[in-house]
């Protein structure tokens, strides 16, 4: 089932956000490392009007650093789009960002005219600890769960120097069916928004496909699990567990959890789950799959219509006066 989350706060935040853009000078947005693609905002350009942006590719500690340096090849390639890795909780490359930011509005960050930059990202992705980091304090709460911060808050790193902490928002629809899966398993969903089974399927057959001797050495699996199917494998790690039910049948709650648990920790190893030209591809599936989707709704809508005005329902309506 395709996975949508956009609680109240998050329709708040988008509101909250297009009316603070006009006194900002520039806009990080913290992607996770481990999904860039599947991170990204689509309406962020929208939102933020053009405005000069700083693409931040964030938990690159837990990401498969091969693919990291093909994301960034990426984006810096792109017109008026900069981007950086990170580990939020590393003080030195986390100052980078401030050299980056008085790169990108340079006119700012004097007397009188203080650099003002919001840091915007999906839910859990690091926003509010690499502001504690940039600001050597703890200011912000942060939290291994999404919709932590629930609403923003300036932050004043020095006189010339402001952030806005925002909380994690993400999109009314996403159309990558796949990005769902990979948004889930990063923890950026509500834990009530999705099945854990279901993700933890989808991850391993990502992970079967990219990383299978990390999947076999964690769970100590002797096969090659290279052809299995995922519930072979969610099987498998069950029973390695121990995580049984009477009659000896597994679990798979419980190892679905463990693996999910596994991946979001970073004890798999370092994992990616999409590159750029994979992302492109389910990009273009989705649209299509959106296209095709608004032609057969606007179809419908238009049936409606002539129903509507069918001669049955004027004589019913006739009757009726
Ligand atoms: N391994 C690793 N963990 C990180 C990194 N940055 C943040 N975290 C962890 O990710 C979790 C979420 O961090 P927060 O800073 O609360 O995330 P946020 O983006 O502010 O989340 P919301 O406020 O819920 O939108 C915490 O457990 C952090 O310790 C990083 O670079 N690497
Ligand atoms: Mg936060």
Redesign the pocket.
Known sequence: MPIQWFPGHMHATRKALTQRIALIDVVIELLDARLPGSSANPMLAELTGGKPGLKVLNKQDLADPACTAQWLAHYNAQQRTRAIALDASQAAPARALIAACRALAPHRGKAGKPMRVLICGIPNVG??TLINTLAGRRK???GDEPG??KLEQRIVLADDFYLW?T??MLWPRIIVEQSGYNLAASGAVGRNAYDEQEVALELLETLRRRYPQQVRTRFKLQEDIGAWRAEEILQAIGRQRGTLLGGGQVNLQKAAEIVLNDFRGGVLGRITLETPEEYALWLAEGRAKDALRAERKQARQKKGKNALASPDFDRLEGEQE
């Open positions: 926003k509010s912000a709460p942060t932590i911060t902490d909380p994690g």
